[in-house]
Structures are given as structure tokens and as C-alpha cells.
């Protein structure tokens, strides 16, 4: 029963350490500012105009659309769990029956190119310049093709053993469709590895010390085990030896 309990305790402390951090109650981390803006870049063969700019117009024949990105500043808190955010909006206007044009030998590639700064101001100062592409052509809608799905900020100080602020876009992937289209994201802080490191080293350890306690355990049954059964057999020779002697 000795080592059963050990393995149960060891589940125990583990099951609880993940249920402890998956129902934590949301805290405060830290209060952050993000400001953020955006500009587009046709690929090439794409004919366009206000290239480096946060509005672009394509053209297809006669018809054209105009996609425009408008960013925001903002001050939120930032917690120990996954909130809501709005990075900023896409507006597409186009006329009746645009398409996107497509590259004229890849119809595959993306069309345009949106390079997007996000600068936090506080509680540390830094800036990310993620890349996202979108395309191919051949639609009224401009799906995201190319482009990681977060981006993080550190923190100068650890606040509480949380150690960056992740911004994860929400939905990924997604696409520009024609009229406001949100730029979503989910943010929230993370553990530092440090502080991951020091669990798992915690876990180890108990890991560990358990079981050495249940080998301990199961090595004594195991001997107590060999001597009743050598016990056992001694006494069944020593009665096949009497029994022969009386024949």
C-alpha cells in the first residue's frame, strides 16, 4: 500500500498544481500602454499606389479598392490570464465586382504586404515589427497567407514571476473582408522560465524522494518475500526427505 500511496500523492501534488493554475482567479500583472500603427507594400507585379503608407489602392482594370489601417493608443491591465484586446481596424472599400488582382506568373503569393509596429510604452519601453502578407488574389477578400500568430513585450522586473506580455491574435488566421474588419488579439502575461525551471525542479525532487520510498519499500517486500518462500522450501524438503525415510 506504501508505494501505491506515494504514486498517489505524487499525482496528487501534480494535479494540483495544474488545476491551481488553470482555475487561478485573474490578478493584475501589470498596467501596460500600447500604441500601434501599420503600412502596407504591394508585391511586386501588383499595381497599386500609397505604398508605405497606412492606405493602398489596387487596381484591377477599371475597378479598384482601397484597404486602410487605422491604430490606436491605449492603457490596459494586463493579467494572469488571456483578455481581449483591439489592436486597431481594417477598412476595405471597393467598387462593385472588384477582384484582387493576382500575380501575373505566382497566382499563388500573397498581393500585399502589412508591416505592423506596436510600441509599448510602459512598464517597459519597447517595440515589435511583425510582418503579416496577405493574398493571393482572385477574391473579394484578402486572407492572411503569411505571418506568425503572436508577439510578445518583456518586462524590465519580474512582476510576481511573470516575465512577458504576449499579444496572440484572435482569430488566427484571418481575413480582411470587404468593411471594418477588427484586429484582435488575446493578451496576457506569462511565467518566466525561471520561475518553470524552479517548478520542475520542485517536481523532481519529488518525483525523486517518492520513489526511492516506494523502491525502498518494494525492495523489503521483495526480501521478506524470498525468505518465506526459502523458508518454505526447506520445509517441503525436509517433509519429501521424511516421507522417503518411511517408505
Request: charged fraction near 10%; glycine fraction near 10%.
Amino acid at each position: 500500500m506504501r508505494h501505491v500511496t506515494a504514486i498517489g500523492i505524487l499525482t496528487f501534488v501534480i494535479t494540483s498544481l495544474a488545476n491551481s493554475t488553470a482555475r487561478a482567479e485573474p490578478f493584475v500583472v501589470t498596467t501596460t500602454t500600447l500604441t500601434t500603427s501599420g503600412q502596407f507594400d504591394c508585391r511586386a507585379s501588383i499595381t497599386c499606389t500609397g505604398e508605405g503608407t497606412n492606405s493602398v489602392t489596387f487596381f484591377n482594370g477599371t475597378k479598384t479598392a482601397t484597404l486602410t489601417f487605422t491604430g490606436l493608443q491605449q492603457t490596459f491591465d494586463v493579467t494572469n490570464v488571456a483578455q481581449p484586446v483591439t489592436l486597431g481596424s481594417f477598412e476595405l472599400t471597393q467598387s462593385d465586382g472588384f477582384v484582387f488582382p493576382n500575380h501575373a506568373n505566382s497566382p499563388g503569393l500573397p498581393i500585399v504586404k502589412f508591416f505592423f509596429t506596436a510600441h509599448q510604452d510602459m512598464p517597459s519601453s519597447g517595440t515589435s515589427h511583425p510582418l503579416w502578407q496577405f493574398g493571393p488574389g482572385g477574391r473579394t477578400v484578402l486572407p492572411l497567407e503569411i505571418g506568425q500568430s503572436y508577439f510578445t513585450f518583456g518586462l524590465d522586473r519580474s512582476e510576481f514571476g511573470y516575465g512577458q506580455i504576449v499579444y496572440s491574435l484572435r482569430p488566427f488566421p484571418f481575413s480582411i473582408n470587404p468593411g471594418m474588419t477588427a484586429f484582435n488579439a488575446n493578451v496576457g502575461a506569462i511565467p518566466e522560465p525561471g520561475s518553470m525551471v524552479l517548478l520542475g525542479t520542485g517536481l523532481l525532487v519529488v518525483a525523486s524522494a517518492l520513489r526511492r520510498r516506494v523502491f525502498s519499500a518494494l525492495s523489503a517486500r521483495l526480501v521478506i518475500g524470498f525468505r518465506h518462500a526459502g523458508s518454505e522450501l526447506r520445509r517441503f524438503k525436509d517433509s519429501a526427505i521424511h516421507n522417503l525415510g518411511s517408505w
